[in-house]
């Protein structure tokens, strides 16, 4: 069941984003789409890396900065088509209606245990850190008067920022004060992350049977 908006045409989540009945135990599993965890990754984090390293390989600033607005683009496009829906079961959209006039649709799926909780952690890490990343990175543009570099590391917080706000809309809903919502839950997030890399238990050895004679 998807909560959406009254009065929306509804375009339903794609379909293998539930487990089926049987497959109960892909819960428990590492990644169940360990492909679009990949893609969910690669392409925000390729654009960082190509930002950082660009001016050690190449001196053209076009081919820098079409580049990198090209994996921005197409993170853009993964996140808010792809990995949304099948990591977290969440959706943001738009449509427009006879009127001409625009509507944005945000939608949660209500069956919270069928989300992967290694994907769903990495969904929302990614999501967070990367505009923090470019964050900085408009904060070394604007002391250091690179204005051209700024322009694109404006794009790049622009695209982030977009389905940021859109997935934390979802996951909040619409009538909450989404400010204190994101806030609160970025510091859910963070220290969620954190605690699990510092506090992670290893698991305990396993031993023979053993009997009592």
């Known amino acids: 069941m998807n909560s959406a908006t009254p009065g929306v045409p509804q375009v339903p989540l ?17 990644f169940v789409h360990p492909y679009i965890v990949f893609f969910h990754l690669i392409f925000r984090g390729a654009a960082i890396v190509v930002y ?12 820098s900065f079409v580049l990198v607005i090209l994996l921005l683009s197409a993170d853009f496009w993964t996140v808010k088509n792809i990995s949304g829906r099948l990591l977290v079961g969440l959706r943001w959209w738009n449509y427009v209606d006879d009127d001409g006039k625009s509507h944005w649709v945000f939608e949660s799926k209500q069956v919270i245990n069928r989300v992967n909780r290694n994907e769903s952690r990495l969904f929302w890490m ?16 604007l002391f250091g008067l690179k204005f051209k570099w700024m322009l694109l590391v ?9 389905n940021l706000y859109g997935y934390v809309k979802c996951k909040f809903g619409a009538k909450e004060n989404l400010q204190s919502a994101t806030t609160d ?3 859910k997030q963070l220290l969620q992350n954190a605690s699990s890399f510092m506090f992670a238990q290893p698991a305990p050895p396993t031993t023979g049977n053993t009997g009592v004679i």
Do not use: Y
């Open 126 to 141: 990614g999501l967070i850190l990367c505009p923090l990343i470019w964050s900085g990175f408009f904060i070394i543009c």
């Open 52 to 63: 950082i390293l660009c001016g050690w390989f190449s001196d053209s600033f076009i081919a």
């Open 185 to 187: 839950f970025v510091k």
């Open 14 to 30: 794609l379909d293998d984003d539930t487990i089926a009945f049987g497959d109960e135990d892909n819960a428990n599993k590492q």
């Open 154 to 162: 404006l794009i790049a917080l622009t695209l982030n920022g977009a």
